[in-house]
């Protein structure tokens, strides 16, 4: 796991959404870090972004460690926000939560 901490994207560009995976350790990669990072564009359009950019880290960065390439497609997959899933709503600490309305 000490990759997730050290690892940064090498690329030279001047495309902000890019660069910050390169001036940030791959445990920052998360939609949620990146979007109270940048403030400039509302969710969706910095959601979209994210995942563009992420994207073009994991086909054109050299060398990415194996636990790196893991976690971006962790990152990656529909709903891996625990904010905004639904298995995750229903489910804490093992148990069942289930609310019901009338």
Request: proline letters at 5%.
């Amino acid at each position: 796991m000490s990759d997730l901490k050290t690892y940064k994207a090498n690329f030279k560009t001047s495309n902000k959404y890019l660069k910050y995976f390169c001036n940030n350790a791959a445990s920052e990669w998360t939609l949620k870090k990146y979007q109270k990072h940048f403030m400039d564009k509302g969710p969706e359009e910095l959601k979209k972004a994210f995942m563009k950019n992420l994207q073009i880290v994991k086909n054109n960065a050299k060398g990415i460690p194996s636990d790196v390439n893991q976690h971006i497609d962790q990152v990656m997959e529909p709903d891996s926000d625990p904010c905004t899933s639904t298995v995750a709503a229903l489910f804490k600490d093992g148990q069942n939560f289930w609310n019901i309305h009338p």
